[in-house]
C-alpha cells in the first residue's frame, strides 16, 4: 500500500456550535495525529475554525490552512466545489473531505465522507437552512460519484448513498465513528438543575438534539401523554439547538395541557448537560434518519439506560444495548418508557450492556481504517 504523505483535511465547513461534526474533526485528527507522528497533517479552515481549534492538544502537531480567498463567507461552497480542487493537486496527495461537499476536479487522491443523506429522505425546509439543502441536492450527487472514494459512517448509511445517490458499491466504505465526546467538565449538581428547570422529584426522560423535523421529538411528547397516571411525575428534557420545528414542538404541548411536564433547553452549557445526562431517567431518541447516533453511545458512556427508534443506523449502533421502538408509533414509543421507567432492574442491564456496547467504538480504530481508506485509494490512483 501506498502511504499518504500530504494528506489534507477538508476543515473549511468547521464554526462554533457543529456539535458532532466538530466531534469528528476533533477526535479523528488526534488519533491520526497519534498514529502517525510523521505524516503532516493540513487542516483546510476558516478564520473561525482555526480559532475554535487552535487549543485542541494537537493543534500544534498539524498544519492549519485559512487561505483568505476561500474563506469568503456565501462563497465557501462554491470555492470547495473548484479551487480546493486546484490547491489540492498543487500541494496534497490525499484530500479528506468530512462533510458532503468537496472538489469537483482535484489531482489529490478525493475522499469524501457522507454521513448521512438526511437532506434528501427528510429535508427541513426551515428558511435557515432551506438553500443549504438546495446547494446539497444539486452538487452533492456529482461531487459523491466524481470522487474517488465515498466513506459512510455506516452499513445503513452506505445503502442510502447506494440507493439515493447512485454510487457503485464497490467504491463506497464504511468506517464507523468513535463513541462522541466523553465527559470533560464536572456536572451541575442534580438538585440545582431540578429546581432551576422545575423537574420536580419524578423520573426524568432526557432527548438531546437539534429541534428538526427528523429528529422527531414530537412522538415523545405524544407518548408522555398516554404514560398517565402511573408516570404523572415524569419530565420530558428536550436539550438542543433550537429551530423553526421548535414552535411547533411548543404548541404541541399547549394543546395537549403538558407545560408542566416538558422542558425545553436550547443551548445547553457543557455543565449542565452533564448534569442532565446525571439525572436521567432514561435516554430517549426517536430520529427517524440518521447515518450514525453518536447520541445512543454519549449516554451508554454516561450510564443512562437508552431506548431509540428502529429505523436507519440506530439499531446498528445500539445493538443490544437500547430498547427499540417504531418512531411513528406513539403508543409504542409509551409502551417503550413506561418499561423503562417502572422497571429498575430493566434499566441496570440496559446500562451494563450500554457500557459495553459503547467501549466497542473508538477513534483510534476510526483513525486506523481511514488511514487504509487513504492508501488503498492512492494505491488505485497510482
Known amino acids: 500500500m501506498t502511504r499518504p504523505a500530504r494528506p489534507a483535511i477538508n476543515a473549511f465547513f ?13 477526535e479523528l485528527v488526534g488519533e491520526l495525529v497519534r498514529a502517525r507522528p510523521d505524516m503532516r497533517l493540513t487542516l483546510l ?3 473561525e475554525g482555526r480559532q475554535l481549534l487552535a487549543q485542541a492538544p494537537w493543534a500544534r502537531e498539524v498544519e492549519f490552512l485559512a487561505p483568505p480567498l476561500l474563506s469568503r463567507r456565501g462563497m465557501r461552497m462554491v470555492t470547495e466545489l ?90 463506497i466504505e464504511v468506517i464507523p465513528l468513535g463513541k462522541g465526546s466523553s465527559p470533560s467538565v464536572e456536572g451541575t449538581p442534580k438538585e440545582e438543575l431540578r429546581r432551576r428547570l422545575g423537574l420536580g422529584e419524578g423520573p426524568v426522560i432526557l432527548n438531546v438534539a437539534a429541534k428538526k423535523a427528523h429528529k422527531n421529538q414530537s412522538v415523545l411528547i405524544d407518548a408522555l401523554a398516554r404514560l398517565g397516571d402511573v408516570h404523572a411525575d415524569a419530565r420530558l428534557v428536550l436539550a438542543g439547538a433550537p429551530g423553526e420545528y421548535e414552535a411547533e414542538l411548543r404548541e404541541l404541548v399547549r394543546r395537549s395541557g403538558q407545560d408542566d411536564r416538558v422542558v425545553f433547553c436550547d443551548y445547553v452549557e457543557s455543565e449542565d448537560l ?49 430498547l427499540q421502538f417504531d418512531p411513528h408509533d406513539p403508543r409504542d414509543v409509551a409502551a417503550t418508557l413506561e418499561r423503562l421507567l417502572s422497571d429498575a432492574d430493566l434499566r441496570s442491564e440496559l446500562v451494563t450492556a450500554g457500557f459495553q456496547r459503547q467501549a466497542g467504538f473508538t477513534w483510534a480504530a476510526t483513525a486506523e481504517q481511514t488511514l487504509e481508506c487513504w492508501e488503498r485509494t492512492l494505491a488505485q490512483r497510482r
Open 82 to 171: 473548484t479551487l480546493m480542487g486546484w490547491l489540492a493537486s498543487e500541494r496534497f496527495d490525499v484530500l479528506h473531505s468530512p462533510a458532503l461537499t468537496a472538489p469537483l476536479a482535484t489531482k489529490a487522491a478525493n475522499v469524501v465522507v457522507l454521513a448521512d443523506v438526511t437532506w434528501l429522505v427528510a429535508p427541513t425546509g426551515s428558511s435557515d437552512v432551506i438553500l443549504t439543502e438546495r446547494m446539497w441536492r444539486a452538487a452533492v450527487p456529482t461531487i459523491a460519484r466524481r470522487a474517488d472514494r465515498v466513506v459512510a459512517i455506516s452499513a445503513s448509511g452506505a445503502d442510502q448513498v447506494v440507493e439515493r445517490l447512485r454510487v457503485p458499491r464497490e467504491r
Open 45 to 47: 479552515v476558516n478564520r
Open 14 to 26: 468547521l464554526e462554533p456550535g457543529m456539535g458532532g461534526l466538530e466531534t469528528y474533526v476533533r
Open 274 to 322: 452533564e448534569g442532565l445526562f446525571g439525572l436521567a431517567t432514561c435516554f430517549a431518541f426517536p430520529s427517524l434518519n440518521e447515518g450514525f447516533g453518536l447520541p445512543l453511545l454519549e449516554a451508554m458512556e454516561r450510564g443512562v439506560p437508552v431506548a431509540c427508534s428502529n429505523l436507519s443506523a440506530l439499531p446498528e449502533v445500539a445493538g443490544p444495548a437500547a
